[in-house]
């Protein structure tokens, strides 16, 4: 049997706030430790049917990219509900959600960068 092992590592300034995330994993395909500046993990508790979730950012995480990122979670989740359940309709109602999200986000970003 296969086994793959995937590593966290973060790095706390002196108030416990993440100032650098690091990732391994076997199938990393870069060499060594990657450094991100968010993190997103959820784990299903099946013995309490609920969601164990750890969200860690940076503070170097910028938060237009926190909330591309986010977006880009809920796009993935709608692949994953799809290919799981095959509801359809749930992954098209979260594919238009994300839509909606991405366009707030670039009217953000554009007005961001006018002076």
């Known amino acids: 049997m296969k086994k793959s092992d995937i590593h966290f590592t973060v790095e706390l ?10 990732w391994d994993a076997t199938d990393n395909p870069n060499e060594g430790l990657s450094d991100t500046r968010a993190i997103a993990i959820s784990i299903w508790d099946h013995y309490h049917q609920g ?4 969200d860690l950012w940076t503070k170097d995480m910028e938060v237009l990219d926190m909330k ?5 979670i809920m796009d993935g989740l709608a692949s994953t509900v799809e290919s799981a359940t095959g509801d359809e309709h749930m992954a098209r109602d979260i594919m238009s ?14 007005q961001q960068q006018q002076p």
């Open 97 to 110: 959600l994300c839509q909606v999200l991405s366009r707030r986000v670039k009217e953000e970003m554009k």
């Open 51 to 54: 969601t164990l979730k750890m």
């Open 13 to 22: 300034d002196t108030q416990n706030v993440p100032d650098k995330i690091y």
């Open 68 to 72: 591309r990122f986010v977006i880009e």
